[in-house]
């Protein structure tokens, strides 16, 4: 199942459905409380928001791991 979707400005996916892709997460209602929980950092920002559109080098920290987007690759 491919998860990223197209925009005018390039391939995104959404920061809940990129934990559940990395298996950081195994459920999206995990992803969506850890989220809200302010247990997620972008770009080493604190995010809350689970819709957060994620691109091409954004980086992506959670539970003492950290990741860097790229929608294209698994």
Same mark, same amino acid.
């Given at each position: 199942?491919?998860?990223?979707? @197209? $925009? ?24 969506? *409380? /850890?989220? @809200?929980?302010? *247990? /997620? @950092? ?5 995010? $809350? ?9 954004? *980086? ?8 860097? /987007? ?5």
């Amino acid at each position: 199942m491919d998860e990223t979707t @197209q $925009t005018a400005t390039g391939p995104f996916i959404k920061l809940d459905q990129f934990l559940k892709w990395i298996g950081a997460v195994e459920t999206g209602g995990h992803a969506k *409380q /850890v989220i @809200q929980d302010g *247990q /997620v @950092q972008v770009n080493g920002e604190t995010e $809350t928001r689970r819709g957060r559109k994620l691109r091409l080098g954004d *980086q992506v920290a959670f539970g003492g791991k950290s990741w860097s /987007v790229d929608p294209e690759q698994r």
